[in-house]
């Protein structure tokens, strides 16, 4: 008899949270949607950066369900907040599954005795009791209680807009300002940021704004930066501390690039290698040192 998929569940005031209501539909749905994905496969709370992708998601929504503290940025990817306290632990799963299996053996041996008409004893009949009891209670992974309930002035105070005067602070902004990928997003950047330099209540800093700043000018000046479609999101380079991965690998590989008289085979084989990388790059499979293959450009 095969597992049937468990059910989630969340809080009745989810809807009214003030971490909910700081986010529009895309971190929503997608908050939803791993919710799911990761109670049927008992990842316990793990998101790999790749299941992006197959949620139709943006690295950018998932930089706000880590802002406003509904994710938690990983080496991997991303794990919701505090599952253990709020969901079903993978100890108290282990323990559950162990439970039913020595109910299930008891059981079965109850029910084989009955069959082949053995006398039965009192504490068979017990066994055989419990274990219909078992079956009828269907096992399921509780999501429990996700936020608990807030007070409405709570909530109006974290909903509060920023005051129009706010200024995002100079080392950021110098920071910002070196930043080499056009087109970001600087609300989610800063968060990221922020959360790098000062920590949280949950986690403490990482680095300092000076070795950011540091970091980000070697990056931005590093002569193998690759091309600005390549370049990942500045949450996901903040995110991922690849301020600690040093100078990019050569683009043109150990040789300089293609040889003379390969020129077609060359451009061929650095087109493919620039739409694998791209994908890989969407996809959230970026490698701190891309193999060779993937990394060859023409001079």
Known sequence: MTDRAPWGKTYSDLWRHPKWVQLEAGPRALWVTALSWTVESRTFGAIPTPMLAMFRASEEDAAELVRVGLWDATKDGWQLHD?????????????????????????????????????????????????????????????????PPTPQGELLAATAPRPRGFVYPDSFELWWKTWPKKGDTKKTAFAAWEKAVKGNRRQAARVTAEHLQAAVEAYAADRNLPEQQFIPLATTWLNQDRWENGPLPPRGGSRGGPQAGDTGRAMAQSYDAARAYEALEQSGYYDQTPPLALTRRIA
């Open 83 to 147: 599952w253990d306290h709020h969901q079903t632990s993978r100890e108290k799963f282990t323990a559950t599954s162990k439970a039913r299996a020595v109910s299930g053996s008891r059981g079965g041996k109850a029910r084989h005795a009955k069959s082949t008409r053995k006398s039965v004893t009192s504490d068979d009949r017990q066994i055989a009791k419990q274990t219909a009891s078992n079956r009828q209670a269907e096992v399921e992974v509780e999501v429990e209680e996700l936020l």
